[in-house]
């Protein structure tokens, strides 16, 4: 039982304290006899809060940065009117700052043996599964002097995706897919990609790629098509160590990282190749084979939503054992991780000939915006120290990529705008090469 605001104010114009019983106390020190019977009746009438049944439905899923609405059924079975206010409570990452308050309270009027429904909006602000708290109910009477209040668990969960930022990017190399694939007039051949038919010449066409005997036995000039090997299999490795929490501009660099991994999927899975997910630090995090190019992507964006950073080292040697295991057979490694130094030389280098071995190898790496900035910067003493400490920096990733050229690694190095179509353009060259 709640004494409302409306109550407190009579009884502060009546002169007299009202006595409200609480466990412990011994008495009532004084009565306001006709607004204590008004605020016994008031209680009397409110709907009890217990009886009440609620239910969810709405989005399970959203991708962060959008919305998600989540309905409440509220079913009042009482012989009562409900007066109430509701909140309905979820974690502070559900709402962006300061917007709380104004989404997750709601007032409503629900009459006797009647429901009623209201919508919570959320917004969530980062990855992963919100889960619903609870449901907070206070019930007035019709003068709105005493309340009755209480609490429901209703479970709930809204998984909170990548937001795939990079898929603006998917339109204008899916054009360089099927220019590779033989679909338009421009063709780039290259080493073992495989023969595809013969079609008339049309001007831009390589002129290396006339096929003689044939115009030889036509009228017109036709040309060889090559396509791109299909059918290979891509292992997408997402490095989930604690260099991959290091923030990068609003957002950890595993985001950029994810992002990236996410468009060259879902342009592979176009090319008709094969795409498995394998995050680990010293323990698999996550885990995505054998999937159709139709389900592929949904189910690395579920597999990514949950993924956090873990303040470990990555175990480089346990990671490339279980990358061997995860792809026995010959496949382009995509190893999203760092170009630092002490990590790179002391974790990966070592163990590189064996995936070098046995796979292609490219490794992607997020790189600091601000460094580059810094790089350039002028103008002050202190501005100039900060230019000598990013070019030193800058410099030892150039001589950390260099050592993995060596081993026939191939590097992408970019920063997180920029991660995401370059890695895609990398895998691209690949296939009009033919080394995949």
């Known amino acids: 039982m709640a004494l409302t605001g409306r109550a407190a104010l009579l009884a502060a114009l009546g002169a007299l304290p009202v006595g409200i019983w609480e466990p412990g106390w011994t008495g009532i020190l004084a009565v306001n006899a006709p607004l204590a019977l008004a605020c016994a009746c008031d209680y009397a009438l409110a709907a009890p809060v217990r009886r009440l049944r609620l239910t ?43 917007t709380e308050t104004e989404a997750s309270r709601h007032r409503l009027t629900v009459p006797a043996g009647e429901r009623r429904r209201v919508t919570t909006r959320l917004r969530p602000t980062r990855r992963g599964d919100r889960q619903a708290d609870r449901v907070t109910i206070r019930s007035y009477g019709p003068l709105g002097l005493l309340s009755r209040q209480g609490t429901h668990r209703v479970p709930w969960t809204v998984r909170v995706l990548p937001p ?26 290259g080493e073992g990609t495989e023969f595809d038919s013969l079609r008339a010449y049309v001007p831009g066409d390589d002129t290396r ?25 891509i292992l997408l490795v ?56 139709r389900d592929v992507l949904p189910a690395l964006v579920n597999a990514m939503a949950t993924l956090e950073p873990e303040l470990v080292e990555t175990d480089a040697r346990t990671l490339a054992a279980t990358a061997l295991r ?34 292609s190898v490219l490794v992607a790496s997020v790189a600091d915006p601000h460094i580059a900035g810094m790089a350039i910067s002028r103008g ?29 690694v191939m590097v992408v190095d970019a920063i997180p705008d920029e991660l995401a179509p370059a890695l895609a353009d990398a895998y691209l060259a690949l296939k009009a090469a033919g080394r995949l």
Not at 218 to 226: D, G, K, Y
Not at 339 to 356: F, I, K, N, R, S
């Open 238 to 293: 997402l490095d989930t160590g604690r260099t991959s929490a290091g923030r990068v501009g609003d957002a950890p660099r595993l985001d950029a990282a994810m992002d990236a991994a996410l468009l060259l999927a879902a342009l592979a899975s176009r090319a008709g190749d094969r795409v498995d997910l394998l995050a680990y630090d010293r323990r698999v995090r996550a885990l995505v084979q054998g999937r159709t190019a």
């Open 326 to 359: 995860t792809a026995p057979r010959h496949c382009l490694i995509v190893l999203l991780t760092t170009l630092d130094t002490a990590p790179m030389e002391e974790g990966l280098l070592p163990v590189l000939p064996q995936l070098t071995q046995r796979h």
């Open 164 to 189: 795939f930022t990079s898929r603006k990017h998917l339109p204008a190399k899916l054009a360089r897919l099927r220019e590779l694939d033989g679909r338009t007039s421009v063709l780039t051949r």
């Open 380 to 408: 002050t003493t202190e501005a100039v120290y900060d230019a000598a400490a990013a070019a030193q920096a800058q410099a030892e990733r150039h001589r950390t990529a260099d050592k993995l050229r060596r081993h026939g």
């Open 209 to 233: 790629s006339i096929d003689w005997r044939a115009t030889a036995r036509h009228s017109t000039v036709a040309v060889r098509t090559w396509r791109p090997e299909r059918d290979r299999h």
């Open 56 to 98: 969810r439905s709405g989005d399970t899923t959203a991708r962060l940065g959008e919305t998600a609405d989540v309905t409440l059924t509220l079913t009042n079975p009482s012989r009562r009117p409900l007066r109430a206010q509701l909140r309905d409570a979820w974690p502070p990452s559900s709402w962006q700052a300061g």
